[in-house]
């Protein structure tokens, strides 16, 4: 059987873990770990685990009315 790996575009994708996230938006992982823990319970975050999820288009929407980051 043949099982060929598939991959998702990052612009297409739900959620992005936060080395994801730093890439794509192109804001360092240790200033996302901060945006994430300065709000806690946001919508844009997802908690999986212990592992910290941005939902990419909620998270677009907040850094589209941020005036800073």
Avoid: C
Avoid at 57 to 67: M, Q
Wanted: charged share 30%; hydrophobic share 35%; glycine share 8%.
């Amino acid at each position: 059987m043949n099982h060929t790996e598939k991959t998702i575009p990052v612009w297409e994708k739900y959620s992005l873990n936060i080395s994801e996230a730093a890439e794509y938006y192109g804001i360092g992982e240790k200033r996302l770990r901060q945006i994430a823990g300065e709000n806690e319970g946001a919508d844009f975050i997802l908690e999986v685990g212990s592992h910290i999820r941005f939902k990419r288009k909620l998270f677009e929407d907040y850094l589209d009315t941020a005036s800073t980051v």
